[in-house]
T-cell receptor, first 119, second 109 residues
């Protein structure tokens, strides 16, 4: 089975611009979660989508949004970019949704990430 | 959100057993404890999860005491390729998985 793929792998933008990142989950997986990773804050949860519905959202401003399509592929959008948005953005897929409930299933499969640099 | 506490960094020599302990005082009654490993420039990779007592797989062992307020990830006979960041995850209720900053393990030859 192919793993989780993310495009693009690297991106350079300037402040004020917007960006869209894409994530294709493992075939058959219906959940996609997005994370932001920075040296200072570590790995932080952005949101999770399952069956085209946002199941949970982390503590990020409304400039960060996402969506999921019927084929489970997901996109994440960041509008009005700020310097502090420079980070590695990771997506993870799983067969079922993992956020928002205590669960015996906590295994997520991560993609390689998109490295976003905001100048 | 649940808060886990684990050492920021650890060093070990090749061939030694490494134990990384994580505290999770307010873990939810029915939640599992999960550990991930992350190499530089890669996404995290699931290692092991457990609910109580001991769980072992081909990569690691996980020890969880009866009160479940802590857990210990044990890596037997580490090699240089085990140098990575290790994350302990536990939830205090219906919340997302929180990765935190993890433990940076450096294996020395």
């Amino acid at each position: 089975k192919a793993g989780v793929t993310q495009t693009p792998r690297y991106l350079i933008k300037t402040r004020g611009q917007q960006v869209t990142l894409s994530c294709s989950p493992i075939s058959g997986h219906r959940s996609v979660s997005w994370y932001q990773q920075t040296p200072g804050q570590g790995l932080q949860f952005l949101f999770e989508y399952f069956s085209e519905t946002q199941r949970n959202k982390g503590n990020f401003p409304g400039r960060f949004s996402g969506r999921q399509f019927s084929n489970s592929r997901s996109e994440m959008n960041v509008s009005t970019l700020e310097l502090g948005d420079s980070a590695l953005y990771l997506c993870a897929s799983s067969p079922t949704w993992t956020s928002g409930r205590s669960s015996s299933y906590n295994e997520q499969f991560f993609g390689p990430g998109t490295r976003l640099t905001v100048l | 959100l649940a808060k886990t506490t684990q050492p920021i960094s650890m060093d070990s020599y090749e061939g030694q057993e490494v134990n990384i302990t994580c505290s999770h005082n307010n873990i939810a009654t029915n939640d599992y404890i999960t550990w991930y490993q992350q190499f530089p420039s890669q996404g995290p990779r699931f290692i092991i999860q457990g609910y109580k007592t001991k769980v072992t797989n081909e990569v690691a062992s996980l020890f969880i005491p009866a009160d479940r307020k802590s857990s210990t990830l044990s890596l037997p006979r580490v090699s240089l390729s085990d140098t990575a960041v290790y994350y302990c995850l536990a939830r205090s209720g219906n919340t997302p998985l929180v990765f935190g900053k993890g433990t940076r393990l450096s294996v020395i030859a």
